[in-house]
């Protein structure tokens, strides 16, 4: 089955800066790829997601990447607000809805 | 347009009981997900409901059932409840596309289950 690895566990950015999440997975035939935010007390929330016929995708300040032929997909975030701290998950699925995701990324911003 | 909505939002059982979760969907959506969250295992799927049928399930015991009502409301019932069992159980749902198949999926704010 489908295997997401996720890193690094931890990122620790000064505002202004850039942030870049990175996934490897291991299932080829996965197709779809979203990234979610997760808030303390909240559910996972929806920020970014990519479709393996699609190389980048941009929406304003983050960005994702994907390298089919490597099976990586990145997150990027430029200039990173306070607000953007988080924990951030990756996930990727060979179609239909079982997501399959990373351990996640704590991201700290800090002013 | 409302998000979707899971309750009860806290839960503390004991160990022995059983417990069942509600999830309402966004409204449209016909497609309700479960996952369990811990710290040590992270986000893993349970299982997806469609249309009222079970269309997909993950590698958990069959202590852990579910069902869809026709207006796509779901609930997630574990029974004999473990120490283990202990997270933090999250709703997802998805749009309809033409091809009735989807993975875009919309997370609530999910039930802390506590077991004693």
């Known amino acids: 089955g489908e295997n997401v690895e996720q890193h690094p566990s931890t990122l620790s950015v000064q505002e202004g800066d850039s942030a870049v999440i990175k996934c490897t997975y291991s299932d080829s035939a996965s197709n779809y790829f979203p990234w979610y935010k997760q808030e303390l007390g909240k559910g996972p929330q929806l920020i970014i997601d990519i479709r393996s016929n699609v190389g980048e995708k941009k929406d304003q300040r983050i960005a994702v990447t994907l390298n089919k032929t490597a099976k990586h997909f990145s997150l990027h975030i430029t200039e990173t607000q306070p607000e953007d701290s988080a924990v951030y998950f990756c996930?990727?699925?060979?179609?239909?809805?079982?997501?399959?995701f990373g351990k996640g990324t704590t991201l700290s911003v800090s002013s | 347009k409302a998000g979707v909505t899971q309750t009860p939002r806290y839960l503390i059982k004991t160990r022995g009981q059983q417990v069942t979760l509600s999830c309402s969907p966004i409204s449209g959506h016909r497609s309700v997900s479960w996952y369990q969250q811990t710290p040590g295992q992270g986000l893993q799927f349970l299982f997806e409901y469609f249309s009222e049928t079970q269309r997909n399930k993950g590698n958990f015991p069959g202590r852990f059932s579910g069902r869809q009502f026709s207006n796509s409301r779901s609930e997630m019932n574990v029974s004999t409840l473990e120490l283990g069992d202990s997270a933090l159980y999250l709703c997802a749902s998805s749009p309809p596309t033409s091809g009735g198949f989807t993975d875009t999926q919309y997370f609530g704010p999910g039930t802390r289950l506590t077991v004693l």
């Open positions: 996930a990727a699925t060979p179609g239909g809805t079982a997501l399959i």
